[in-house]
């Protein structure tokens, strides 16, 4: 058996440790009209009829993966992604972003890569890119780290929360790349051993080597989601599934509940992680299992916003809202089984 804490990385100890960071900044939050609640995909600040979102996220070990195989041009698309899927979730449409790269000792060739992949995302996303920071840390830096910081922006009357979920609201899943940037060092405990594969690198499940599907960029959602924000349809909630898996439905509506009854097929990577040792249960809380973004509409609208999405991503009625299940996640796994987050 192989689980997140076992790769070194503990969910409840983070966020006892977020809480303690947390609880020392709350009184910052007097000193501007701030609209969301801490733990939510994105914040927002009023300014006057609009608000502006803003979010911040980092690559993660998926950097280290990209250090095995010597490929960095994709990992900026992963530092976009991460952010402007979370600006999202509020309503929001991206705007613009920076970048903090922190390097061990300066390397051209690396830092053109990783330029190469900002660039493609901030396309992806219709975002400028607006400026950045370059710091050399030789004592604390091992190569390279990636984060970025993005802002959107937001009509007050347009922000969406999840407050509006109601009873019986549809989850639309959208579909993920693959493990997207999130779970790498459960991922890497699985396949790797002191950065050396440990199993075949090309598996007979998979279509690509196992690095390669693992640098599978992250999906970037704006396209879909954007116009659907600019649709006649209601949207009830937006839910970017990262770290932490299908957990991260309950940032939002307090006290609802989701059932989730027909995910599509998991990709066969997630499959081969489950056979090789994580339990099914730890899947769940962690990956994405092939669905990378939720949308909650009502049921009426379901169809008109699928239609939507399939546009530009494969989009599938995964579930529902309850309230018999408050502040709880039912799935039923690919392995027909049931399990509650």
């Not at 009873?167 to 790349?177: A, P």
């Not at 640098?215 to 970017?240: F, Q, W």
């Amino acid at each position: 058996m192989v689980t997140y804490s076992e790769s070194g990385v503990d969910i409840s100890l983070e966020e006892v440790t977020v809480s303690a960071l947390i609880s020392k900044l709350k009184e910052t939050l007097s000193y501007r009209e701030v609209i969301t609640e801490s733990g939510h995909f994105a914040a927002l600040v009023k300014l006057g009829d609009k608000a502006i979102a803003m979010s911040t996220d980092g690559v993660g070990s998926k950097i280290l993966v990209a250090e095995m195989m010597e490929k960095y041009d994709t990992v900026g698309i992963d530092c976009i992604a991460m952010v402007v899927n979370d600006i999202l979730c509020v309503g929001a449409e991206p705007i613009a972003m920076v970048d903090y790269l922190a390097v061990e000792k300066p390397d051209p060739e690396i830092a053109g890569q990783i330029g190469e992949g900002l660039k493609e995302g901030c396309r992806q996303a219709k975002v400028a890119m607006i400026g950045g920071e370059t710091a050399s840390l030789p004592e604390i830096i091992s190569n390279f780290d990636l984060a970025g910081t993005g802002i959107g922006i937001v009509d007050v009357e347009n922000i969406i929360t999840g407050d509006k979920i109601v009873d019986g609201d549809v989850l639309i899943g959208i579909e993920s790349s693959g493990i997207h940037s999130n779970g790498l060092s459960l991922a890497r405990k699985v396949f790797f051993d002191d950065n050396q594969f440990k199993v075949d690198d090309k598996l007979q499940y998979l279509e690509t080597s196992i690095g390669e599907e693992l640098l599978k960029p992250t999906l970037i959602y704006v396209n879909p989601i954007v116009e659907l924000l600019k649709s006649d349809l209601e949207v009830h909630g937006l839910a970017h599934i990262t770290g932490g898996g299908f957990t991260n439905l309950k940032r939002l509506k307090k006290g609802s509940g989701y059932i989730i009854e027909t995910l599509p097929d998991p990709k066969t990577i997630f499959k081969v992680m489950h056979k090789l040792g994580v339990p099914l249960e730890e899947m769940y809380r962690v990956f994405n299992m092939g669905i990378g973004f939720v949308v909650i509409v009502k049921s009426e609208d379901a169809k008109k916003a699928i239609d939507i999405i399939k546009k530009y991503n494969l989009a599938f009625k995964i579930g529902t809202a309850t309230d018999d299940i408050q502040e709880k996640v039912s799935i039923k796994t690919f392995k027909k089984d049931v399990i509650t987050l």
